[in-house]
């Protein structure tokens, strides 16, 4: 996956159009995504979302990066809003194993329905070193789109989040489909 700098990509999330990756918000990244370390261990990255219709999440998948080891400890899910902020955990894949070095990975989990609105993405890692696939925004601390939380994998079942410090855009989101 190559990318050029000032590359404008959608953000990860379900449309109504097509029933599977679909398109969100726009991010326009500093430089393209590539292979890069989680930013710290057991942090949560949040990310809002807009979801325009009713949708059920049946997988949640991630760009694993070029290091990758069953050993790093993957944790995807989605979060309701509370006042512009991730609240409650709505749903998340728990404590799973990194997979295959460079690949989209794949992990189903309970078919959950969901109506239009804004919602929050989210992804931590238990390691630092693992790695995903990932761009930065113009504007290295572009909190505007992103919140974090340390010590939160597993995903915590309410979100305290803080400002981010970070402008890191992970290539992550979830699935309408039940395979590809």
Do not use: H
């Amino acid at each position: 996956m190559t990318y050029a700098p000032s590359t404008v990509i959608p953000a990860p999330m379900p449309g109504c159009w097509t029933p599977d990756w679909g398109i969100s918000t726009y991010a326009i990244l500093a430089s393209g995504p590539s292979s890069a370390s989680f930013e710290y261990p057991n942090r949560a990255a949040y990310f809002p979302i807009l979801v325009p219709c009713m949708s059920v999440i049946r997988r949640f998948w991630w760009v694993n990066g070029t290091t990758v080891n069953a050993s790093y400890v993957i944790d995807a899910g989605l979060y309701a809003d509370a006042g512009y902020k991730p609240g409650s955990r709505l749903i998340s894949t728990g404590n799973t194993a990194q997979g295959t070095a460079s690949q989209v990975q794949f992990v189903d989990v309970t078919d959950t329905t969901i109506g239009p609105g804004r919602y929050w993405l989210a992804l931590a890692s238990s390691s630092n070193v693992a790695t995903f696939f990932r761009g930065t925004t113009n504007g290295a601390s572009d909190g505007s789109y992103r919140f974090q939380q340390d010590d939160a994998r597993p995903l915590p079942a309410t979100a305290t989040p803080v400002a981010s410090s970070t402008g890191r855009l992970y290539l992550f989101g979830f699935a309408t489909t039940a395979s590809p």
